[in-house]
């Protein structure tokens, strides 16, 4: 096995906060879609999430760098996606069977923007945002309009419009991506702010200023959609994780390196439990237990993934042999 002080070593530089940040936001995600109690505020693990994943989408200087950011992109968010969403497309055929319906009965053909169960579209819309970022920032290299922070700022500033649209019924994958909007212009306005520093704490107080007044104006405009405004209230906090400085324990980074996992797993624990083992819904121990067996699958997948990739590359790349007579002499 690993060592994980090996693997996840105190000094690589990584916030304490931040890393923190990223798993609360993943518990509450994973607390959302059991149906638990206060589901509504643990929502807001969405926007912080998102914050996270726009927050370090670094720049390039170059048309090669962006073909390789892309590229890279694509390996971490559809590469997975694709994984995953043969998973749950598989699930799926087996609940049909299981009701003697079609195989692919539940197949609708929007599922090729955001995959085979409704959670995986976080992935492409990240990719996409990625892709938008990159080329706003190469367009604007001089930074003579500041192309990328005018995009953020109206993605905040357009809070009501989203709060709105996202009521409005879009349908799928589109009402989740028009929801998540204002937390891709706060996380690429934290981009490139060194935690601690006085430039993140500006930021992140500045952006909480703001965030206050747009989701003001949005109560003032649309009074009904209190529920909606409530997790960007509770995820724009995640800003905050910018403000103090801490290098991150070994244990932080260990669980910040899981949360994908967690994320992209969750709803399958979730329908074992519920479907098979017959947990109940909307139950708060349900939802604490499903955090908690999530991470552990996702290191488990993490461990078996590295392990298997050690294989392959011995099978495929195997150790050369020295000559019987070099390990005579060597003897």
Request: glycine share 10%.
């Amino acid at each position: 096995m690993t060592d994980t002080a090996t693997q996840f070593p105190r000094s690589s530089g990584r916030s304490q906060w931040i890393e923190w940040t990223r798993v609360l936001g993943c518990a509450g995600i994973v607390w959302f879609h059991a149906g638990a109690p206060f589901r509504t505020v643990a929502l807001g693990g969405l926007i912080a999430f998102t914050i996270m994943g726009c927050a370090f989408i670094k720049p390039v200087a170059t048309t090669g760098e962006l073909r390789s950011a892309i590229w890279s992109r694509a390996q971490r968010l559809l590469g997975p996606w694709l994984i995953w969403s043969v998973v749950y497309g598989a699930l799926r055929v087996a609940e049909a069977i299981r009701q003697h319906e079609g195989p692919f009965s539940w197949w609708d053909d929007r599922m090729v923007l955001y995959g085979t169960w409704i959670h995986l579209w976080f992935l492409p819309f990240l990719f996409l945002a990625t892709v938008v970022v990159l080329a706003l920032g190469l367009v604007d290299r001089e930074k003579r309009f500041g192309a990328v922070n005018i995009f953020a700022w109206v993605l905040i500033g357009l809070t009501p419009l989203w709060v709105w649209l996202e009521q409005w019924g879009a349908g799928k994958p589109f009402d989740q991506w028009i929801s998540v909007l204002p937390a891709v212009g706060l996380g690429v306005l934290m981009r490139g702010a060194m935690p601690g520093s006085t430039d993140a704490r500006r930021r992140a107080f500045t952006l909480l200023i703001v965030d206050a007044i747009v989701i003001g104006a949005t109560l003032a405009l649309f009074p009904d959609r209190g529920a909606s405004v409530v997790k960007h209230v509770v995820g724009g906090l995640a800003v905050l994780a910018w403000a103090p400085a801490a290098t991150a324990s070994r244990l932080a980074l260990a669980l910040g390196a899981l949360s994908m996992g967690v994320y992209l797993i969750h709803p399958l624990l979730l329908t074992i439990g519920e479907r098979v083992l017959g947990m109940p819904t909307s139950s708060a121990i349900t939802a604490a237990g499903a955090i908690v067996a999530s991470f552990a699958a996702s290191a488990l997948l993490g461990w078996g993934g590295r392990w298997g990739m050690q294989v392959v590359n011995g099978i495929l790349h195997p150790p050369k042999t020295p000559p019987a007579g070099r390990q005579e002499l060597s003897a």
